[in-house]
């Protein structure tokens, strides 16, 4: 850059003087030393002060991936499916017939601690401007939360369960608010209550969308001259360091107060947004176009001229604003919400406001693309910005951090059997009511899960959420998973039991998994120990989605999940997306009728159960469900997982769904056998689960194993003999266990009937557990 | 014979209610811009659900003021058929086109999930199909759904059979459980005097494809081309 280009020091009109920056003034804004040297030198001289905030969360954690980026280059991006992966505003397949699926997952963590209604909805809107960015139409959203445990007798105080209760409740309510105003179903998603979540929930959201394949919009500037156009809500202070800055350091006890730096939702703004963007779009008078999200201006004028290899030159007199005295540096870094970039075709900027205006949006022409790779920002004619975007965005600093793996845990408490000939009712009674098993109902009454008139399978309804096209007749299926305890013990197997549940989940639907997106949840990634889970988690991920064929499209990582130096558990959280041909084809959970048979599919084979290790049992015992809630252990190591198996039951579902052979399936995860017995009940009145089977096993471990590879299917007595010779073709075990019948849920093992209850009363503790727990009134029945 | 949609910038259920009329039953439809005053060559006019203009003030109070909503009042005094769902609903309630008024849900929150709504009387151009008695299994989405009015338009509205759908338990018995919103006297849904508009909170448009779970909604749009085939609109 030539000398004369500098940014002048503040001798224009009204602004005030900015501060000077040096190295003490970088450092509050979260800057190393070696980080402000190589600021320093991209630039060739000292940052202004608005230069500085543009790097500061350009190169936050949040943005740059600066601690990830080394890991992440292990997941496996690339399939014949894929049309964008990991780099652009969402992953982008290909579902046959033109058309295009356009989803990713992203966290909102920070944010919605500090003030979780609005934290909650602005992570939604988020979500939902990088699906509609791309040119596709969102038609369905998924939320993986995690929170602290609510309910008393959890070994936590009570004001901090109380805490946890009201962030609960604000997290739900702003997902609710803002996506039933928008207009998009929330049709899945799960959620866990523990511990490690009370000062540091997670609100990770994914959101799908449906783009013509030749549709497709991708945040790059073209064309030196073409005017760059703001649109959407106005700029105001709301936000500045929200998203970058709020999730780039741990929480400590000042965090609540951070509260002004949260942005504001407003979802109408957002619903008028989508129409006037996807008609915008669809004129072709747009040629590039970015949403304003984490570090808002900054972050969308860099990218999108570093992506297209461009510079761009704004004027920040021109943004419009909804505050008076906005200095430069407080535009470029304001999070406000609902704002979206674009350049726009020259000679069509009429036609592009006019498009605008019919939906009562405010279209402005603040600046142009040039051609000299520049980001320059003016006020006025003062130039107080000048970088280089590309080195900005992709030659910021990048870290190799220490790694180190924890020292071996002392001897640890682990589950014993015994209950041979006991009755595990009560056992099984106090699983379902878990809060992590129980029925989600009281949330997902909450969201509009029908709108759109696509959803096949809703919430509560199936392993995956299932969404009709309506173009093509075609499903897609969708899954998120994540157990944060399973990685805290070993974070590879963890990882891999993340991607396989949700794959296991998508073909238990009917679909055929087809590609990922991935949320990182981690604490301070400076700590050794957590970026050894993080990359023992890559690893896990990635062995698992090459193993699934399931590549990872798209995502984010976020670190520094900790509050008072605590980090949360390591939560890896896939969404996997599945295809089906036909959508009527898709399978629920419940019972469908009396006298189908009920049979238990295994991916491991014949093979599968021979000779039990006790040791090992134990071990992977002891980090169940059944183990937490009625042994209060968590200890042990997730179950060893096997991926041929978890590939050929995959395979096998599949098959059995699109022949439709099998009329309900559900696969078998938190509370084993036991507990996916009983869902299968709920649901359709009447029917129960009726059956006996036998093993080598504990009967503890028979019953509440949480084994992967497995799930039960239902099938027509006169069908069973077809459905078992698929499996068999499959190369999966399928052992019949009973029949869908009426009367009371029994459950026999090994000749003595281990469980059996009305199955009214298992379904009303399962189903209004959550809701007794925030009500403390409901009374249990039966 | 023609339905037009109407679009409220925050509408969200319009495209639903288009595929319903025009996918679904094979009739020709038309979306209708909240500033269009002109409705002409329509038989009927839906007022979809959705959070229109953000429903920030009161729901449906902005809405009512759209130029749309002059000319629908002019339509519905001709006697055009006018079916109001969900914030269509509180958008007649807010214009006067029907009598009452919404209050937030009993338990204060936004409640998604399948009702059972009784049809009260048959005797109306959307319940035409149906048969008294019948119980619809028909899907709910809202925040503000408890109808509430006083005690003698709920009275008149009992007496000239204008309630036309209450929320039922599965077999059809009125009972306080299967109140979802804590609506008076159960009211799922109304129509005026004259008999042509109907607001009603259940979302007919989301139960016409077994796909979606139920087919019960048809019989609101089938009564409605039924009755609009008996009785042809004249037009303004």
Request: proline share 6%; charged share 20%.
């Amino acid at each position: 850059m030539s000398d004369t280009t500098h940014p002048q020091p503040a001798t224009g009109p009204p602004a005030p003087a900015e501060p000077v920056v040096t190295a003490e003034v970088a450092a509050q804004h979260g800057m190393t030393a070696e980080e402000f040297d190589r600021m320093r030198a991209m630039l060739g001289r000292d940052p202004t002060f608005t230069e500085l905030g543009i790097f500061s969360v350009q190169w936050s954690e949040h943005c740059s991936y600066k601690s990830s980026r080394v890991h992440l280059k292990r997941l496996p991006t690339r399939g014949p499916q894929v049309i964008e992966g990991p780099g652009e505003n969402a992953g982008v397949v290909d579902i046959g017939d033109g058309l295009c699926a356009v989803f990713k997952i992203e966290s909102h963590n920070h944010p919605s601690f500090v003030e979780p209604h609005q934290g909650a909805a602005t992570g939604v809107g988020g979500i939902l401007r990088d699906i509609f960015t791309m040119g596709a139409r969102p038609i369905a959203v998924l939320d993986s939360l995690r929170f602290g445990p609510i309910g008393e007798g959890s070994g936590v105080p009570a004001a901090v369960t109380a805490r946890n209760r009201r962030i609960l409740d604000g997290v739900i309510g702003g997902i609710s608010f803002y996506g039933n105003c928008f207009g998009v179903p929330t049709v899945g998603g799960e959620i866990r209550f523990e511990r490690g979540y009370s000062g540091n929930p997670l609100v990770n959201v994914l959101a799908l969308g449906i783009a013509r394949r030749d549709g497709l919009f991708l945040a790059k500037a073209r064309g030196d001259g073409n005017p760059v156009v703001y649109v959407g809500a106005r700029t105001g202070r709301d936000g500045i360091h929200g998203a970058s800055l709020l999730a780039s350091a741990e929480f400590s006890e000042q965090s609540q107060q951070k509260r002004p730096n949260v942005q504001v939702a407003d979802p109408f703004m957002e619903k008028l947004l989508l129409e006037a963007c996807l008609e915008a779009m669809a004129s072709g008078a747009v040629l590039g176009i970015q949403d304003m999200g984490a570090a808002g201006l900054t972050c969308s004028t860099s990218e999108m001229a570093a992506h297209g290899g461009t510079g761009i030159e704004i004027d920040l007199r021109l943004v419009p604003r909804r505050e008076s005295g906005m200095t430069p540096y407080e535009i470029m870094l304001s999070e406000s919400q609902e704002r979206m970039l674009l350049v726009c075709d020259r000679g069509r900027e009429a036609e592009l406001t006019g498009i605008f205006r019919k939906w009562g949006l405010e279209a402005m022409e603040i600046g142009r693309v040039t051609g000299d790779g520049l980001m320059r920002v003016l006020d006025g004619g003062r130039t107080v910005a000048e970088i280089p975007a590309r080195p900005l965005c992709d030659e910021g600093p990048v870290y190799a951090r220490p790694i180190a793996p924890p020292a071996p845990a002392a001897s640890e408490r682990l589950a014993e059997f015994g209950l041979e000939g006991e009755t595990l009712t009560p056992a099984l009674e106090r699983v379902l009511a878990s809060p992590d098993v129980a029925s989600k109902r009281w949330v997902w009454e909450q969201y509009d899960h029908m709108v759109r008139t696509n959803t096949v399978v809703g919430p509560g309804r199936g392993d995956a959420a299932v969404l009709r096209v309506k173009e093509t007749g075609r499903g897609l299926a969708l899954s998120t998973d994540g157990n944060g305890r399973w990685c805290r013990l070993d974070p590879f197997t963890g990882a891999m039991h993340a991607v396989a549940e949700a794959a296991r989940n998508v073909a238990a639907s009917g679909a055929r998994p087809m590609a990922a997106t991935n949320c990182l949840n981690f604490g301070n990634p400076e700590k050794p120990g957590v970026m050894w889970q993080f990359s023992r988690a890559i690893d896990g991920i990635a062995e698992a989605c090459n193993a699934l064929r399931t590549p990872i499209t798209g995502g984010n990582v976020s670190f520094y999940n900790e509050t008072l130096g605590e980090p949360i558990d390591p939560t890896p959280v896939i969404g996997i997306l599945g295809l089906l041909d036909d959508a009527s084809a898709a399978l629920g959970m419940s019972f469908r009728a009396e006298g189908h048979r009920i049979v238990l599919l295994d991916g491991a084979g014949p093979d599968g159960s021979g000779a039990v290790d006790r040791g090992r049992l134990a071990r992977e015992f002891s980090s169940s469900e059944y183990a937490r809630t009625v042994l209060e252990l968590a200890s042990g190591a997730p179950p060893a997982i096997d991926l041929a198996a978890e590939n050929r039951l995959i395979d096998g579902l599949v098959a059995l769904a699109s022949a439709r052979l099998a009329v309900s399936a559900h696969d078998l995860s938190d509370g084993g056998l036991a507990v996916a017995l009983a869902e299968c009940s709920f649901g359709t009145e009447g029917l129960a689960s009726q059956v006996e089977c036998s093993g080598n096993l504990p009967v503890e471990a028979a019953l509440f194993d949480e084994r992967g590879a497995r799930a039960l299917v239902t099938v027509e007595a006169a069908r069973l003999a077809r459905l078992l010779e698929l499996a068999a073709q499959y190369g999966i075990a399928a052992y019949v266990l009973g029949r869908v019948g009426r009367g009371d849920f029994r459950l026999a093992y090994n000749g003595h009937e281990a469980v059996r209850a009305p199955v009214a009363r298992l379904e009303d503790l399962w189903s209004n557990a959550i809701e007794r727990v925030l009500t403390a009134s409901l009374p249990v029945a039966g | 014979m023609k339905f037009g949609v109407v679009v409220f910038p925050g509408s969200n259920c319009d495209h639903d209610a288009h595929h319903a009329i025009g996918k679904i039953l094979d009739q020709p439809v038309d979306f209708i811009w909240h500033q269009s005053e002109n409705l002409d060559g329509l038989d009927a006019v839906v007022l979809p659900g959705g959070f229109s203009y953000g429903d920030y003030l009161r729901t449906g109070a902005i809405a009512r003021f759209s130029p749309v909503m002059r000319a629908v009042e002019r339509f519905a005094r001709r006697g055009g058929l006018v079916l109001g769902i969900c914030n269509g609903f509180q958008i007649l309630l807010e214009a006067g086109l029907l009598p009452g008024a919404m209050l937030r849900n009993r338990g204060l929150r936004f409640v998604c999930r399948h009702v059972w709504v009784r049809v009260e009387t048959a005797a109306t151009p959307f319940t035409a199909a149906a048969r008294p008695g019948q119980v619809l299994r028909i899907p709910i989405a809202h925040s503000d759904g408890n109808y509430t009015a006083d005690p003698e338009t709920l009275a008149e509205l009992e007496r000239d059979e204008r309630i036309v759908f209450r929320y039922v338990t599965p077999d059809g018995r009125r009972d306080e459980s299967a109140n979802p919103n804590g609506s008076a006297a159960d009211v799922a849904g109304i129509v005026n005097r004259e008999g042509n508009v109907l607001g009603l909170m259940p979302h007919p448009e989301r139960a016409v494809e077994a796909l979606m779970g139920s087919t019960d909604g048809l019989v609101i749009f089938r009564s409605m081309v039924q009755s609009l085939i008996r009785q042809p609109q004249v037009t303004a």
